[in-house]
T-cell receptor, first 113, second 108 residues
Framework: DVKVTQSSRYLVKRTGEKVFLECVQD?????MFWYRQDPGLGLRLIYF???????EKGDIPEGYSVSREKKERFSLILESASTNQTSMYLC????????????FGPGTRLTVL | AQRVTQPEKLLSVFKGAPVELKCNYS??????LFWYVQYSRQRLQLLLR??SRESIKGFTADLNKGETSFHLKKPFAQEEDSAMYYC??????????FGSGTRLQVQP
């Protein structure tokens, strides 16, 4: 059974803290993605990675960075968390073909105080 | 630039009524379109993709290139269809572009 896991379901951090969100997939997928999900805005792509050590900016990369040192793991980093980064963060992974299913993790609800 | 528009934030229908969730896209090339669904307390999952021309859980969606639309339809709504629905577009950029989502409420 396909599995995408995220390190935390809920996270509370203070403004200015460095935050790490981890995502692990066990399907040997090449492509991995980070989205944020906000009411009325839907899912917006932050960053994605199409191979180990490869990354590409999505639509809203400002304030975020990513790391992919191993194929199964894709980390999202908030260098200095701000209140406007309070959101639900979703990780996803997929094989390379465009018509392949994107499998999503359960999400991490991050609150920045 | 590519864009997906879902004009309705909330669609409320009674059980047994027909459902149509609207999706319009903006893309100059040949699009690949998907519908994803998120049930309460569950993760987002693929419902259907236009290339398969399939019917999943009674839902169908037809790509209309002339109207740049990919509306999701079901002839008779069920209470278990209540969920958040997202239309998504693949444009060859390796990542999907999602719409803002429509919450479907099916009332008994």
């Amino acid at each position: 059974d396909v599995k995408v896991t995220q390190s935390s379901r809920y996270l509370v951090k203070r403004t200015g803290e460095k935050v790490f969100l981890e995502c692990v997939q066990d399907m040997d997928h090449e492509n991995m993605f980070w989205y944020r999900q906000d009411p009325g805005l839907g899912l917006r792509l932050i960053y994605f990675s199409y191979d180990v050590k490869m990354k590409e900016k999505g639509d809203i990369p400002e304030g975020y960075s990513v790391s992919r040192e191993k194929k199964e793991r894709f980390s999202l980093i908030l260098e200095s968390a701000s209140t406007n980064q309070t959101s639900m963060y979703l990780c996803a992974s997929r094989w390379t073909a465009s018509t392949d299913t994107q499998y999503f993790g359960p999400g991490t609800r991050l609150t920045v105080l | 630039a590519q864009r997906v528009t879902q004009p309705e934030k909330l669609l409320s229908v009674f059980k047994g009524a027909p459902v149509e969730l609207k999706c319009n896209y903006s893309y100059s090339g040949s699009p690949e379109l998907f519908w994803y669904v998120q049930y309460s307390r569950q993760r987002l999952q693929l419902l259907l993709r236009h290339i398969s021309r399939e019917s999943i859980k009674g839902f169908t969606a037809d790509l209309n290139k002339g109207e740049t639309s990919f509306h999701l339809k079901k002839p008779f709504a069920q209470e278990e269809d209540s969920a958040m629905y997202y239309c998504a577009l693949y444009t060859g950029r390796r990542a999907l572009t999602f719409g803002s989502g429509t919450r479907l409420q099916v009332q008994p």
